[in-house]
């Protein structure tokens, strides 16, 4: 069975950090490219940042410079280090994958920054 899980969200200050993480199961992880998304209340789901098999990542224009996206394939793993985070992105997170052709979803992680 595939499953994601994620963890390390919680509530921030403006400018503060947080680690997120997210345990991968079920599925042959290092073939995969890996995914974070957010979705802010009454908003669509966007693509934060993505990480290859080979590690190369890709960022959304609005976290450029602020977040990282990492894995570590021995622990089946996927990490969204995020900095200097803003009010408006209080969101949940959520690890995503591909898999048969299907989006695998965790159930995702929620992240309040208070201003």
């Known amino acids: 069975q595939v499953q994601l899980v994620e963890s390390g969200g919680g509530l921030v200050q403006a400018g503060g950090s947080l680690r997120l993480s997210c345990a991968a199961s079920?599925?042959?992880?290092?073939?995969?490219?890996m995914a974070w998304y957010r979705q802010a209340p009454g908003k669509q789901r966007e693509l934060v940042a993505t990480?290859?098999?080979?590690?190369?990542?890709n960022y959304a224009d609005s976290v450029k410079g602020r977040f990282t996206i990492s894995r570590d394939n021995a622990k089946n793993m996927v990490y969204l280090q995020m900095n200097s985070l803003k009010p408006e992105e209080t969101a949940v997170y959520y690890c995503?994958?591909?898999?048969?052709?299907?989006?695998?979803w965790g159930r995702g992680t929620q992240v309040t920054v208070s201003s």
């Open positions: 995503n994958t591909r898999w048969a052709s299907s989006d695998i």
């Open positions: 990480i290859t098999s080979g590690g190369n990542t």
């Open positions: 079920g599925i042959s992880f290092n073939s995969k490219t």
